[in-house]
């Protein structure tokens, strides 16, 4: 892909969650080439790519990117795989509480099925992924998945309702995640479904991707989930399955609720605070307990179980 057609529109942005075009610097780098600026709106707080590629440009990027990464390859390599297998079991862990039976499993970005092998094998539940990669389709094919290549596709298949949804690493991608959220809600979701969400914590991941569109911390995690029609029943910032120490992730189980009156949106304060104090926590986890701050990948699968082992 030359550079032209990957530079991101020189436009700016308004804030993914308030609409407000108010937004100062905040993080400004190269991504292998590409420039990849990311602002905070003065507003909300909320930290979000822009300018950005348009739909056609991230599109075309992830063409590129996937026929880079599968080229000559049968599947998911094992690396990859131990870290999705670990992934599956803290989400696992993490949704147990909340869930005491689900009857139909939808995985949006399933990539190579663990996650959905994994609540089938928990709760002997019907599982459907949508995943646009196609040898990490096949792959989770091959486990006996349902698996579609798109939301349109599942869509023509009439498969919803489904009760529990499921999001991992995924929604940091969305252009437009409250948008996003409501349709999930209204056309995807049972009334008493649960909503499953995983995404990269700003205040420990250096994840300031070119594809990564917008950048999460709890607060205004929340703050998405309130205003696309849900209400969070847990939210857990941790490092499984790459980290005994550092909160790289967040995970969150929400459930559809009712728009209240009087919905405020919370602006989030002193985020560039936050974000230089738990990057300097996280150079220094590194350097005082390497072992424990970071888990290789191929031994991620055997780490996720443990929390402090
Ligand atoms: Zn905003």
Redesign the pocket.
Known sequence: MSRSESSPNASPIP?P????RKSALFDQRSFRGIPVTNRL?Q????VYQSPRMSEAQLNAFYESEYRQLYQGSQGPDRKDLAVQEGRAAALLEFTRPYIKEIKRHLDIGCSAGLLLQSFRGAFACQSVGIEPGTAYRDYARQLGLQVYASLDELHAAQEAPFDLVSLAHVLEHLPDPVDYLHRLRTDLLAKHGRLLLEVPNLYAHDSFEVAHLVSYSEHSLQQVLRKAGFETLALQAHGRPRSHLIPLYLTAIAIPAEPQDGYHLEPEKRVVWKRRAGMLRRWLLTRLQPDRAWIPAEKAAAGAGERSA
């Open positions: 804030c969650l308030c609409g407000s709106c507003d909300c707080g909320l």
